[in-house]
């Protein structure tokens, strides 16, 4: 485990649209991560905070199944990663 203070993150779900604009943002919390950093297996962190990474279409049923308010829209390019919130 990297020595991250998790309480001091945060986490975006942002989808980028074909003229790389963040069209669609959502943010995520502790527990929603934990629910689905299992579905990226070629992370190198336990948060998903020290990358961004992408999030292919075939993931968006798993992690919807994970996290019921996220929404994915046609057409944008989506990306997860953390970020140090400000204290």
Known sequence: MNNINTE???????????????SHITGLNRVEILRIRDLFP???DDFLETAV??????LYS???????????????EYQIGGFLLSV
């Open 62 to 76: 798993a992690m919807q199944s994970a996290i019921p308010h996220l929404e994915f829209r046609e057409g944008l």
């Open 53 to 58: 990474h992408e999030v292919p279409p075939a």
């Open 8 to 22: 001091t993150l945060g986490w975006n779900l942002i989808g980028w649209d074909s003229d790389g604009q963040a």
């Open 42 to 44: 070629g992370r190198d």
